[in-house]
């Protein structure tokens, strides 16, 4: 038997927001107008980030180094010097 078209539907909530930010014809930002052109900017520096090598690397190096379990260990070298050399 086929499945229904309730089940063959995605829910909203996982759907990608279209180029204006809306998750299908209700959901979407509200902002007051004079901070839209902020929140484009904030977008374009965004974009530009996301596409640049350098910032990636750096990313997932801070990711390896300071997010989540297991970690390295990090050695806090000025704290080190700061209390007198312990190690």
Not at 44 to 57: K, L
Request: proline share 10%; aromatic share 10%; charged share 20%.
């Amino acid at each position: 038997m086929g499945e229904t078209v309730l089940q063959q539907q995605k829910p909203a909530t996982l759907q990608m927001p279209d180029n204006k930010g809306y998750f299908g014809p209700y959901g979407g930002i509200f902002v007051p107008p004079s901070l839209e052109p902020i929140l484009d900017e904030i977008r374009q520096a965004y974009e530009q980030c996301r596409r640049d090598p350098s910032f990636q690397e750096e990313l997932a190096l801070l990711y390896t180094h300071y997010v989540g379990r297991p970690s390295p260990i990090f050695h806090a070298r000025r704290l080190s010097e700061a209390i007198g050399g312990a190690q």
